[in-house]
């Protein structure tokens, strides 16, 4: 349940393995931001969670979250409750830029493990991937911050404006 602006369009979030409770706080702080909600798999951590709470500030009290054992249950869930779209978000395959995809709701973004990406299996349940250009040697960058420039494309490329 979130306090104030409600987004009319449902987004869920799915963390795949996410190892750092920082990232996942921070992520929460997003969720809150654009009224997603979270489904963390794995052990991806969740509240209540000391470390996770310093950085969602007060965010982990307020964004709807549930567990799944692996992304592959939620993805297959997810789609069995009706969700129209349901998208990992990694580089490497046949993905469209997070700005160019035409999203359908309620829809679900698929965010994968600092260092192993989301799991193969559950890439192949999803509709589809999107992805952020990258430029850089590395190519790549915190889970967080793509999990705001994604969500962000998103709202605007839907057409959503809070005002």
Same mark, same amino acid.
């Given at each position: /349940?979130?306090?104030?602006?409600?987004?009319? #369009?449902?987004?869920?979030?799915?963390?795949?393995?996410?190892?750092?409770?920082?990232? *996942? $706080?921070?992520?929460?702080?997003?969720?809150?931001?654009?009224?997603?909600?979270?489904? $963390?798999?794995?052990?991806?951590?969740?509240?209540?969670? !000391? #470390?996770?709470?310093?950085?969602? /500030?007060?965010? !982990?009290?307020? *964004? @709807? @979250?549930?567990? =799944?054992?692996?992304?592959?249950?939620?993805?297959?869930?997810?789609?069995?409750? $009706?969700?129209? /779209?349901?998208?990992?978000?990694?580089?490497? =395959? &046949? &993905?469209?830029? @997070?700005?160019?995809?035409?999203?359908?709701?309620?829809?679900?973004?698929?965010?994968?493990? &600092?260092?192993? $990406?989301? !799991?193969? &299996?559950?890439? @192949?349940?999803?509709?589809?991937?999107?992805?952020?250009? /990258?430029?850089?040697?590395?190519?790549?960058?915190?889970?967080?911050?793509?999990?705001?420039?994604?969500?962000?494309?998103?709202?605007?490329?839907?057409?959503?404006?809070?005002?």
């Amino acid at each position: /349940m979130h306090s104030g602006f409600k987004l009319e #369009k449902k987004i869920t979030i799915v963390l795949d393995r996410l190892r750092s409770a920082h990232n *996942v $706080g921070n992520i929460f702080r997003i969720a809150e931001a654009v009224g997603a909600d979270i489904a $963390g798999c794995g052990y991806t951590p969740l509240p209540p969670h !000391d #470390k996770l709470a310093k950085t969602a /500030m007060g965010t !982990d009290l307020t *964004v @709807a @979250a549930r567990h =799944f054992e692996n992304s592959c249950e939620a993805v297959k869930i997810l789609k069995s409750e $009706g969700y129209k /779209m349901v998208l990992a978000v990694e580089s490497g =395959f &046949e &993905e469209k830029l @997070a700005w160019e995809c035409d999203y359908e709701f309620p829809l679900a973004l698929v965010f994968g493990n &600092e260092a192993l $990406g989301i !799991d193969p &299996e559950a890439i @192949a349940l999803c509709d589809g991937v999107v992805s952020l250009p /990258m430029f850089g040697d590395k190519a790549s960058i915190n889970v967080g911050n793509s999990a705001a420039a994604v969500l962000y494309a998103v709202l605007n490329k839907s057409g959503i404006r809070r005002f």
